[in-house]
Structure formats: structure tokens, C-alpha cells
């Protein structure tokens, strides 16, 4: 579209309504809100991908010992008995 329909588009059109400009408004908030939560979603993934091996391990070796406990208490237990 050329400047001088653009112009005449423009001049034809009525400036928004206060309602219309709030609608707007509450729109872009709405995206500006959207978009800040996705990108802090995004940013908590990449921290969680870069993290996750070592907290497989800690789970792992946590388990591990666990057991381990677990089976030296059983043994004394029929030790015991």
C-alpha cells in the first residue's frame, strides 16, 4: 500500500475507543505475560537438562546405599536370631 492510500486509509479510520484501547491493552499484557512465563519456563529446562545427570547419580548412589543399610541391618538382625 503506497503512502497516499495509506494516508487516505488512515484518515478514514476513527482513533479507538477507550474500551478498544484497554482491550488492547490488557492483550498485550497478557502476551508480554505469556511470553515472560515461556521464556523463564525455557530457562528452569536448560538448567534442569544441564543438572539432571548428577542428580540421577545422587538418586543412584542414594538408592544404592539405601540397600546396602538395609542388608547389613538384615544380616545382623539374623545374626541375632
Known amino acids: 500500500m503506497n503512502r497516499v492510500a495509506l494516508h487516505q486509509f488512515s484518515a478514514k479510520t476513527t482513533p479507538p475507543s477507550a474500551v478498544e ?6 492483550a498485550r499484557s497478557l ?6 512465563s515461556t521464556l523463564l519456563a525455557h530457562q528452569k529446562l536448560q538448567r534442569f537438562e544441564a543438572l539432571w545427570p548428577s ?8 538408592a544404592v546405599q ?8 538384615m544380616k545382623t538382625m ?3 536370631l
Open 21 to 26: 484501547q484497554e482491550r488492547v491493552s490488557s
Open 31 to 36: 502476551c508480554d505475560s505469556a511470553l515472560s
Open 55 to 62: 542428580v540421577m547419580a545422587k538418586l543412584v548412589r542414594s
Open 66 to 73: 539405601q540397600y546396602a543399610d538395609m542388608d547389613t541391618h
Open 78 to 80: 539374623l545374626d541375632k
